[in-house]
């Protein structure tokens, strides 16, 4: 168990040094960071001194040191665009696009098990047809067209809800909430279900193959001919044994749900990290790109490993196999 | 598999006419074709996407104006409505934009390029996928090791993200300012480097089930060198799982360089695609002009629906377990 998790603990960091080393020279590399910052009126002489402060003359291997032990403390450098430090830019964006994220997956958790449940046991009647059909859309269509079908729906034409933006946002010590006005609540509907959607229909299939599944194993079987009511078993014992692969999958969804945000957030105007993420590769701005795919590895990594760890905790029969060699 | 158990040979229909033979024969009477025939959603969806393909091949003949070209461009037509509004106007079917460009030509053109970055990225993907999966699972050892390696890291990453790196850093290197063709070949370059995990995953495992047969001993023994061997020999027994692969990466691709498009990543406005359309289209929607978006929007949608309902099918079709 032990040997399991420190293995597993070393490929992680084995990956997040990979992803450094790609950040780092994106960073370097890719045009020069000195024709960046400074003007272009500015003389030879300047611009060496400014290479120097950068450190830029330092062998790469010590560049590289740097940049990961700046990395490690959230120093990611100073933006080209906004000339801030990114790491400022990113943790004032944050609290939106973890507050659009989480609502996205509780959209997506309730409503696909809701329907995966209903799909699954009443298989035949119109509306699980049509659950199955909206599936089948929420795969095919891209997630920016559904942004702009329901902002022409709800907000261009019925006037219900904001087609952009946050609404008002109450400050809550560093972090700012939508979640606290009317507005804010308002202005996270549309986006919520945009970014979703296709998690819903992940998590509706999953939940209607598994119930499928368990309701023709021995133990319900068993749970009928005990006499218990069809709600109970449908829900006390079905359904509580399809949660555990469906809270697992909802898991390792979020990294991809913080990622695909950048589509959600370009539609709605949406002040995240997304946002800030596309405007960097509009206009080149290489220190925000690399501090954006070294922040996503991170999250990525972490919950991957969590979720690694996890599953030995909760199922021990994974244990024994894990014993082998790899 | 015998011929006794699948019945479905022996119908009626199929004998008498068929006198052709050769290859063409060959594919009426197979399972494939049996399946196709039998699925009526798969041959409107292969009717469809044939379609699209088509209008995108005839773009130039079928469409009023070439919407690339500012000098047959005319402001004066600019923001008409579709043809059956009450201020719709020949020859524009599905109205104009702000530029008095024609939308259905500009539809047609724009789907010949989301088509074009569409097959070439499967291509390119395919091609480095197969070629990296052929070596891993054909060589084995610390090579294999270290790509699939490659492969899991990636996998974990969306392949949105890749592409938008790739974009990005494209752009550092050569200067913001690309021009249309460039862009082009960027995109196809981001696209491949963000789908070539899955060919590559599946190329190996076959190649490690099909290495130990006797006929590839045989073409050992006879001395042929080993590119020639992963090539001719253990490459077409791997065929049928990567055209499946190939069929539903299409439609990831197109949806990759529409999303890239769309978030002012992908075409630019002078050479526009599906995508780029779709945003251009976006600003006008508050104005009430929803035409300029709308049928992009369709386009892009009816496309990808199609292709996806395909690939469905195909992977059903050459999947034995499920005949």
């Known amino acids: 168990m032990l040997a399991f998790t420190l293995r597993r603990a ?26 960046q910052i400074v003007s272009l ?75 995966g449940v209903y799909s699954a046991l009443k298989r035949d009647t119109a509306l699980a047809k049509i659950f199955q059909a909206v ?52 202005a996270l509907i549309l986006p919520s279900i945009t970014l979703g959607l296709f998690q819903l229909t992940l998590i509706m299939r999953l939940v209607r193959a598994e119930m499928l599944e368990v309701l023709r194993t021995d133990y319900i079987r068993f749970a009928r001919a005990r006499g218990l009511t069809t709600r109970a078993i449908h829900f006390g014992h079905a359904l509580k044994n399809t949660l555990v692969p469906v809270i697992t999958v909802a898991g390792l969804q979020f990294g991809s749900v913080i990622a695909f945000a950048i589509i959600t957030e370009t539609v709605f105007q949406w002040p995240g ?32 490993l969590v979720v690694d760890i996890l599953y030995t905790v909760v199922d021990p029969r994974l244990r024994s196999t894990l014993r082998r060699p790899a | 598999m015998s011929d006794a158990v699948v019945p479905h040979r022996a119908e009626p229909s199929a004998a008498p006419s068929r006198a052709g033979t050769g290859w063409f024969r060959r594919a009426l009477d ?17 009717a469809v996407t044939l379609l699209f393909f088509l209008l995108a091949i005839f773009a130039s003949v079928l ?66 996928g197969i070629t990296l999966g052929l070596i891993a699972g054909y060589v084995g050892g610390a090579v294999d090791g270290l790509i699939m390696r490659i492969a899991d890291v ?58 130990n047969k006797d006929y590839v001993a045989a073409a050992q023994l006879i001395g042929l060198p080993a590119p020639i061997i992963m090539l001719r020999h253990v490459l077409p027994n791997t065929m049928g799982p990567i055209l499946v692969i ?27 695609s599906l995508g780029t359309l779709i945003r251009i289209g976006n600003n006008y929607l508050f104005a009430g002009e929803w035409w300029i978006v709308a049928f992009p929007g369709f386009a892009l949608a009816g496309l990808i629906l199609s292709i996806n309902l395909l690939g469905d099918w195909l992977r059903d079709a050459l999947n034995p377990k499920l005949r």
């Open chain 1, 10 to 35: 070393i490929q992680a960091i084995g990956v997040m040094l990979a992803v450094g080393i790609i950040s780092f020279s994106m960073f370097r590399f890719a045009g020069d960071p000195v024709n």
């Open chain 1, 41 to 115: 009126d500015t003389s030879a002489a300047e611009r060496e001194a400014v290479r120097k402060s950068l450190g830029l003359d330092d062998p790469v291997v010590m560049q590289f040191a740097r940049y990961f032990g700046n990395a490690a403390q959230f120093k990611f450098g100073v933006s080209y665009q906004f000339r801030q430090p990114v790491s400022s830019l990113l943790a004032e964006r944050m609290p939106a696009t973890l507050e659009l994220a989480i609502c996205a997956t509780i959209f997506a958790m309730v409503f696909g098990i809701l329907m």
């Open chain 1, 135 to 186: 599936s089948l859309i929420g795969i095919s269509l891209p997630t920016f067209l559904i942004g702009i079908l329901l902002i022409y729906l709800f907000s261009v034409t019925l006037g219900w809800l904001p087609s952009f933006g946050r609404g008002e946002v109450v400050r809550v010590g560093w972090w700012t909430t939508g979640l606290l006005t009317l507005s804010g609540l308002k």
């Open chain 1, 273 to 304: 990290m997304g946002l800030l993420f596309v405007q960097a590769v509009q206009n080149v701005d290489i220190p925000i790109m690399a501090a954006y795919l070294l922040m996503v590895s991170l999250i990525f990594v972490t919950i991957n």
């Open chain 2, 30 to 46: 197979s399972d494939i074709f049996y399946s196709f025939r039998r699925s009526k959603l798969t041959m409107v969806a292969a």
């Open chain 2, 63 to 128: 469409s009023v104006q070439n919407p690339f070209d500012p000098a047959q461009l005319q402001l004066m037509n600019s923001r008409i409505s579709p043809l059956w509004t009450a201020d719709g106007q020949s020859p524009f079917l599905l109205g104009t934009d702000e530029q008095g460009r024609d939308v259905f030509s500009a539809i047609l053109y724009g789907l010949r390029i989301s088509l074009v970055v569409g097959v070439l990225g499967v291509v390119f993907a395919g091609t480095l």
């Open chain 2, 154 to 211: 990636q996998l974990t990453f969306p392949a949105i993200l890749i592409a938008l790196l790739v974009n990005g850093v494209a752009k550092s290197v050569f200067g913001n300012r690309l021009d249309a063709m460039s862009t082009l070949v960027v995109l196809v370059i981001a696209i491949g480097l963000s789908f070539w995990v899955q060919y590559a995953r599946t190329v190996r495992g076959s190649v490690m089930v099909e290495k």
């Open chain 2, 246 to 272: 190939a069929t539903i990466n299409l439609a990831l691709a197109v949806i990759t360089e529409a999303t890239l498009s769309f978030l002012g990543a992908g075409m630019p406005d002078t050479m526009p």
